[in-house]
Nanobody
């Protein structure tokens, strides 16, 4: 089993920044992909960004150039730096990990972008 705990969400004004963190614990060895997804009210959960074990990253078009995914293997922590935030970025953000054939999700953290 893998446990994922997100933190760092909150309320921010348009144009502002936030950094989300996701602490991973449990059977971490063998995780091949980690990422961030988000779900806004009335919408399906969507991919934000992923990072594979080799370090390659992938971003949704809507966040390219504004968001950066990274990880610190020594701390078993995944990050999402979000800059130039827009009201349409408002959503619950979920941390995700795939280990072998199993998918794991965190409980989510709310990000609200509003003036």
């Amino acid at each position: 089993q893998v446990q994922l705990v997100e933190s760092g969400g909150g309320l921010v004004q348009p144009g502002g920044s936030l950094r989300l963190s996701c602490a991973a614990s449990g059977k971490i060895f063998g995780i091949s992909i980690m990422g961030w997804y988000r779900q806004a009210p009335g919408h399906q959960r969507e991919l934000v960004a992923t990072i594979i074990s080799g370090g390659n990253t992938n971003y949704a078009d809507s966040v390219k150039g504004r968001f950066t995914i990274s990880r610190d293997d020594a701390k078993n922590t995944l990050y999402l730096q979000m800059n130039i935030l827009k009201p349409e970025d408002t959503a619950v953000y979920y941390c995700y990990a795939r280990r072998i054939a199993d998918d794991y999700w965190g409980q989510g953290t709310q990000v609200t972008v509003s003036s």
